[in-house]
């Protein structure tokens, strides 16, 4: 069975701060991988996804996750955040054959104080 | 922009109650899900759907069944509910392409059981 460990579940920066949030996956075929964001009061929204090619992937709002297959790892960074990032991120990996369900991890709160 | 819409948002019921959440999307996506989400914890998919007349339970276990007459509608049941049931229920969809893609939520239904 596949799984998603996010490793941060509680992030507090400064505007300006970078960031990088930590996802490992166990799945033992080719997969899709997948970062959502869910900001306050709003639905979960895809924030970047890679299928395949460039195991650099970029996203929205200047965010970007580096596919490592060797380290089944597929971290989210932004070099500046700001007040607006202030959201849950939730990492997400679903396989290319199969059933194809998407398995989610716990999410990380991240709090940007201006 | 999502267009997919569940109700209600907020359920406030006593225990024994029957309650339907509703999911309706209008993108004609062949997959659907419902997760439960608790704070903190990972989105846990309850059930899941490939098509018309299609259902699946996901790996939480639910007391609660699901229906899928139309491709655009998958609505929830819970025929008594407890206070155990208390949470936030979301509904998604998808492409049906062979392989695990985006999913678009909805804006959740929150349900709380006295």
């Known amino acids: 069975a596949q799984s998603v460990s996010q490793h941060n579940h509680h992030v507090i920066l400064s505007e300006a701060a970078s960031l990088e949030l930590g996802c490992n996956y166990s799945y033992g075929g080719t997969v899709n991988l997948f970062w959502y964001v869910q900001y306050p009061g709003q639905h979960l929204q895809l924030l970047l996804k890679?299928?395949?090619?460039?195991?650099l992937v970029k996203g929205i709002k200047g965010f970007e996750a580096e596919f490592i297959k060797s380290k089944f790892s597929f971290n989210l960074r932004k070099p500046s955040v700001q007040w607006s990032d202030t959201a849950e991120y939730f990492c997400a990996v679903g396989g290319t054959g199969g059933s194809y369900i998407p398995t989610f991890g716990r999410g990380t709160s991240l709090i940007v104080h201006p | 922009e999502a267009d997919i819409y569940q109700t209600p948002r907020y359920l406030v019921i006593g225990t024994g109650k029957k309650i339907t959440l509703e999911c309706s999307q209008t993108m004609g996506h062949d997959k659907m899900y419902w997760y439960q989400q608790d704070p903190g914890m990972e989105l846990h998919l309850i059930h899941y759907s490939y098509g018309v007349n299609s259902t699946e339970k996901g790996d939480l276990s639910s007391e609660s069944t699901v229906s899928r007459i139309r491709t655009e509608h998958f609505p929830l049941t819970l025929e008594s509910a407890r206070p155990s049931h208390t949470s936030q229920y979301l509904c998604?969809?998808?492409?049906?392409?062979?392989?695990?893609?985006?999913?678009?939520f909805g804006e959740g239904s929150r349900l709380t059981v006295l």
């Open positions: 998604a969809s998808s492409e049906f392409t062979g392989a695990t893609g985006e999913l678009f």
């Open positions: 890679y299928f395949s090619g460039d195991p």
